[in-house]
C-alpha cells in the first residue's frame, strides 16, 4: 500500500475494459469513478461564458461541474419531464454551446435516447461535445459506444457503481476518440484511481455471467414491483435503468417511515412532483421491501386520528437492519 497505484492504461484492468467494451486501449481512459470523467470534461472543454445544454431534470452533480467552469447551464424544460426528446435538446444549441450532456439512461426519469439518432444530432454539430453518461448502461443494454468511430465529438462515460455494485471504491471510465482523450490526459491525474479500485474493478469484468444473471434478476424484481403496485394502487413507472418511480400522496413522509423501516429511498418530488425512486434489487429483497412498503402505505391512508390497525407503526426491519438493494444508493 505504499506504493502509488500504476498507471491504470498499463494494466489488467484496461484489458479487461478493452475487450468488455470492444474499444482500443488508446480511445479509454479510467478514471476516479465517472463524477471524475464528468469533471475533466467540464475543466478541459469549459470556458467561463460557454454554454452546457442538458434535458431537465438529470444528473446534478455534472451540472455543478459545469457551473464551477464558468458555463451557463441551458436546461430543456417541458411540463411533463418524460417527454424531453433529442429534438428538444437540439433547439437548445447556440453559438456558445460546448457540451450537450445526456445522461442514458437519464437519472432521474429514467428515459433512454436512441443512440443512433444521438449520432446522427452530434454529426450535424461537429463542434460541440456531445457527452453521453451511461452509468446505467449494464441495465438498458444500449450505447453510443459503436457510434465513437465515425462520430469524434461523442464521449462516452461509464461506471462500476451501478451495475458492479463498487460505488465505495469509485471507479469509472471513458470511452472516447483518440483526440478527445488526448485532451482529458492534459488534466488527468493518473494516480487518482486507487488500487484496490482497479483489483475489484478487473475481478468484476472476470465474473460477467454472474452480472448478466444479476441484470436478468433486476427484470424479473421490477416487473413484481409494478405487479405489486397496481394492486395496491400506486402509480409506479418502470426505467430503462435499475430504479423505479412511484407516485406517492406525501413522498417526504413516506420516505421518512421508510427509512425508520430500514428502506432507503430517494424524494425525487422537487423535480418530479409526488415521486419517490426507489432501487430495485432480487426478488427475495423485494419481497421483503414491499412488505416494509405495504405497511407504510397502508398507515399513511388511515383517516386522520384513525389510529393504525397495523401495530405501532411501520414495518420493523427484519434482523439485518436495512435492505440494500444495490451497495450504491446513489
Aim: charged residues 20%; aromatic residues 8%; proline residues 7%.
Amino acid at each position: 500500500m505504499h506504493w502509488y497505484p500504476p498507471f491504470p492504461c498499463d494494466g489488467e484492468l484496461l484489458r479487461r475494459i478493452t475487450e468488455y467494451t470492444s474499444c482500443r486501449p488508446d480511445n479509454i481512459l479510467i478514471t476516479n469513478g465517472s463524477d471524475d470523467a464528468l469533471s475533466l470534461a467540464c475543466q478541459t472543454y469549459l470556458d467561463p461564458g460557454d454554454e452546457v445544454v442538458a434535458p431537465f431534470p438529470t444528473y446534478r452533480h455534472f451540472l455543478q461541474f459545469a457551473e464551477l467552469a464558468g458555463a451557463r447551464v441551458g436546461l430543456i424544460r417541458k411540463e411533463d419531464p418524460f417527454s424531453v426528446s433529442l429534438q428538444d435538446v437540439e433547439s437548445g444549441i447556440a453559438g456558445r454551446t460546448k457540451i450537450v450532456y445526456l445522461a442514458n439512461p437519464n437519472n432521474p426519469t429514467g428515459i433512454l435516447f436512441e443512440p443512433a439518432q444521438i449520432s446522427r444530432m452530434a454529426s450535424r454539430h461537429l463542434q460541440v461535445l456531445f457527452l453521453v453518461d451511461e452509468a446505467y448502461y449494464e441495465f438498458s443494454g444500449f450505447s453510443c459506444t459503436p457510434f465513437l468511430k465515425n462520430t469524434p465529438n461523442i464521449m462516452v462515460t461509464r461506471s462500476f457503481s451501478k451495475c458492479f455494485g463498487l460505488a465505495a471504491l469509485r471507479l469509472g471510465y471513458v470511452l472516447a476518440s483518440t483526440g478527445i482523450i488526448r485532451d482529458l490526459l492534459r488534466v488527468h491525474n493518473p494516480k487518482s484511481t486507487n488500487i484496490m479500485a482497479q483489483i475489484a474493478a478487473a475481478a468484476a469484468l472476470g465474473d460477467l455471467d454472474y452480472y448478466h444473471d444479476y441484470v436478468a434478476e433486476v427484470g424479473r424484481a421490477a416487473a413484481m414491483t409494478k405487479r405489486f403496485c397496481d394492486e395496491h394502487g400506486i402509480l409506479c413507472r418502470l426505467t430503462h435503468a435499475n430504479f423505479v418511480l412511484m407516485t406517492i400522496d406525501h413522498p417526504e413522509r413516506t420516505v421518512a417511515k421508510l427509512r425508520s423501516a430500514g428502506v432507503h429511498v430517494r424524494n425525487r418530488s422537487s423535480q418530479l412532483p409526488g415521486m419517490i425512486r426507489l432501487t430495485v434489487g432480487t426478488s427475495k429483497q423485494m419481497e421483503d421491501v414491499l412488505l416494509r412498503l405495504k405497511a407504510v402505505v397502508k398507515e399513511e391512508r388511515l383517516p386522520p386520528g384513525n389510529p393504525a390497525t397495523i401495530g405501532s407503526g411501520p414495518a420493523k426491519p427484519r434482523q439485518g437492519g436495512r435492505v440494500v438493494c444495490n451497495p450504491s444508493l446513489a
